[in-house]
């Protein structure tokens, strides 16, 4: 403890934003676990640096006070009859430096993120975008890419397939624009602080200390600055959570939590019990990637006695136990697509009857069966889930199921890879529709695929729901592939989770997405 105490009589040393004014009234105090990679936002797609990335850049769209996606950089949007032709009218705004923010610095910008040779992960989220997939697989030159500006206040966007979700992916951070000339001329712009590193969103940089802290203040030049009511935003890179919960305590954050990172499960139960956490919901649901390329899981009796077997309401009323919901499907809240559930919650007869046929297919005995190893990142909130789950496979199977547990990073790259045989993930949607968490299992291909399953039916029903119009008749062509999906069950969904975060009671106008998106464009301190 006197440790701790030390730190955190350091930190604020550190803290060279807040130089000796002290604690600014009208400027917003976060903290990040990991420093962010580049101020680029085509390379910063991940958590918590697309948040960042949101504050300091704006594209075509964006998300309103209360989540709706409302016009940003184009004040207008005409879109073809058929719905596969975006045609975006800009309005008149400028980057940090005063030059105009132009249909070609979008077109430059969309068209390099899916040249093969400078791609990064975020590319895929433009592969509605006609012969973007080509493109990335060489088959066809950028030149073709469905992306054409027509001068520099309009923008063509061609798409593949109809989708009603793409003004939704007009405001990931990844569509952003990039000031074309300086990116020509001076590559490596967003390395550091300089007059080369621009930016046209809300706020802009005025420090930027590698794994310390990132000063951003309010964009003078900002399209519609006078909307914006705070001073600016404070970041601080702080690598134990713990440590940011005592200065939340302290008053020197004001907020901790989600959909930054986590908290450690002691602090939210604390905080939960004496009324101080805030919960919000989440399209994120915690699974299990089962490796349908390993043997026992290419089985699909085996997966679904595995499945049945699971005591889901018993995990999230003595576990979890904050208003988490057992799932029985994929999809949530805002991406729901029935009510009911696609499959029974621990019944125990109907895993006993698969495993029973499973173990006929595969013409083995239960004495035969050999040791399962289920993988999971090193988090002992986790570790106590994955417990439950080894013990009920015991009880109701039989099943000896070894816990391999590695760092976060490892464990990712071992999933991502095949190297496992079932494994945790949380997963969520970045996108206000269900086709982002269905698409993930569409090819095997994919690299979000970790449970490297596909199915000529199952992308059948998608590619319907892809070239239909109609939204009912869409929805049923979705309802349709979640229902496929957990007759299959490559994948085993556990529990809806929620985000907990803890905030200053007087930060007021910062909406919290069930995608996991903030904004602090409408923030206001309440006096």
């Not at 992960?121 to 975008?129: D, L, S």
């Not at 006078?226 to 404070?234: P, T, Y």
Request: hydrophobic share 40%.
């Amino acid at each position: 403890m006197r440790k701790l105490s030390l730190l955190l009589l350091l930190i604020p040393i550190f803290f060279a934003c807040q130089k000796k004014e002290g604690r600014k009234n009208k400027t917003v105090h976060i903290s990040i676990l990991a420093p962010v990679r580049s101020l680029d936002p085509r390379i910063s797609t991940e958590k918590p640096s697309k948040h960042i990335m949101n504050m300091l850049y704006e594209g075509l769209m964006r998300l309103g006070p209360n989540g709706e996606v409302i016009p940003a950089i184009a004040k207008s949007v005409t879109i073809s009859e058929d719905q596969t032709v975006y045609t975006f009218h800009l309005r008149d705004s400028i980057w940090s430096n005063g030059d105009p923010v132009t249909a070609y610095d979008f077109e430059y910008a969309w068209k390099k993120s899916v040249t093969p040779e400078y791609a990064q992960p975020g590319a895929f989220t433009f592969y509605t975008i006609k012969n973007v997939a080509a493109c990335l697989e060489k088959r066809v030159g950028v030149e073709e890419v469905g992306v054409q500006a027509l001068d520099e206040k309009t923008l063509k966007v061609e798409l593949e397939h109809p989708a009603p979700y793409f003004l939704h992916l007009c405001t990931c951070t990844s569509y952003s624009p990039i000031h074309k000339e300086i990116d020509l001329k001076h590559p490596n712009w967003s390395n550091s602080v300089s007059e080369h590193l621009v930016t046209n969103g809300p706020f802009s940089l005025t420090g930027w200390k590698k794994s310390v802290e990132l000063c951003l203040q309010k964009n003078p030049n900002y399209w519609d600055a006078n909307g914006v009511q705070i001073e600016g935003v404070e970041i601080q890179v702080v690598e134990d959570a713990t440590t940011q919960f005592l200065l939340f305590e302290k008053g020197k954050l004001d907020w901790i939590g989600q959909p930054f990172n986590n908290l450690p499960n002691d602090i939210i139960v604390n905080c939960y019990e004496n009324n101080r956490l805030e919960l919000s919901d989440s399209s994120e649901v915690f699974w299990f990637f089962l490796n349908t390329e390993k043997p026992l899981f290419n089985n699909k009796n085996f997966r679904k006695a595995l499945a049945y077997a699971i005591n889901r309401d018993e995990i999230a009323s003595h576990i979890f136990q904050l208003g988490e919901r057992p799932a029985m499907g994929i999809l949530n809240g805002v991406l729901s697509l029935q009510e009911a559930p696609y499959f029974e919650d621990g019944n125990v007869k109907l895993a006993k009857e698969h495993l029973e046929k499973a173990l006929e297919e595969m013409e083995m005995t239960a004495d035969e069966i050999p040791k399962i190893v289920l993988s999971q990142r090193s988090c002992i909130f986790t570790s106590r889930v994955n417990q439950a789950i080894q013990e009920q496979l015991r009880a109701v199977l039989g099943l000896k199921v070894e816990i391999d547990q590695v760092d976060w990073p490892l464990h990712f790259s071992r999933v991502s890879k095949g190297n496992y045989e079932f494994g945790e993930m949380p997963w969520h949607s970045w996108l206000k529709d269900p086709i982002y968490m269905l698409d993930t299992f569409r090819s095997k291909s994919v690299a979000t695929n970790m449970s490297r399953w596909e199915h000529p039916h199952y992308q059948e029903i998608l590619t319907l729901s892809d070239n239909e119009i109609d939204p009912e008749k869409r929805k049923e062509y979705l309802r349709e592939a979640e229902a496929f999906l957990m007759e299959e069950l490559p994948v085993i969904p556990l529990c809806f989770m929620k985000q907990h975060y803890l905030k200053n009671p007087k930060l007021q106008g910062v909406y919290v997405s069930p995608l996991k998106e903030i904004d602090f464009r409408y923030a206001f301190f309440q006096e």
